[in-house]
C-alpha cells in the first residue's frame, strides 16, 4: 500500500526558510510523480509544484516561482519542497500527492493524483 507521510511544517519569521518532507512507503519513488499543494482559509486548493518520475521535469506555481524549489532523494525515497523568502501570504496546510506514473511530465491539477498525504501546517508571521 502507498503511503505518504510529511514533515517540516512550523512557524517561521518572514523572509525565512523551511523544507518541507514526503517520506514514501509502499512504493518506489522512480515510479510515482508527485506534486505538493497548499489550502489556506479562504483560498482555494493551489498547485505549488510538482516533480516528474526520475526527477526529469519540474513545474512552479506563480506565486512561488524563483522562491520555491522541489527535489527528490531516490535513496531515501523522500520528496523535498525547499521554501525559501516565505511571506505571509504562504501561510496554508501543505500536502503532497502521488500518481503512479512513469511520465517524465507531471500534472499540476489536483485531480490527477491518486493518493494524498494528511497535509502540514506552515505559518508565516512575524
Known amino acids: 500500500q502507498l503511503q505518504l507521510v510529511e514533515s517540516g511544517g512550523g512557524l517561521v519569521q518572514p523572509g525565512g526558510s523551511l523544507r518541507l518532507s514526503c517520506a514514501v512507503s509502499g512504493f518506489t519513488l522512480d515510479y510515482l510523480v508527485i506534486g505538493w499543494f497548499r489550502h489556506a482559509p479562504g483560498k482555494e486548493r493551489e498547485g505549488v509544484s510538482c516533480?516528474?518520475?526520475?526527477?526529469?521535469?519540474?513545474k512552479y506555481g506563480d506565486s512561488v516561482k524563483g522562491r520555491f524549489t522541489i527535489s527528490r532523494d531516490a535513496a531515501e525515497n523522500t520528496v523535498y519542497l525547499q521554501m525559501n523568502s516565505l511571506k505571509a501570504g504562504d501561510t496554508a496546510v501543505y500536502y503532497c500527492?502521488?500518481?503512479?506514473?512513469?511520465?517524465?511530465?507531471?500534472?499540476?491539477?489536483?485531480?490527477?493524483?491518486?493518493?494524498w498525504g494528511q497535509g502540514t501546517q506552515v505559518t508565516v508571521s512575524s
Open positions: 516533480i516528474s518520475s526520475r526527477g526529469g521535469s519540474t
Open positions: 500527492a502521488a500518481l503512479r506514473s512513469s511520465s517524465m511530465r507531471c500534472p499540476d491539477v489536483p485531480g490527477r493524483y491518486e493518493y
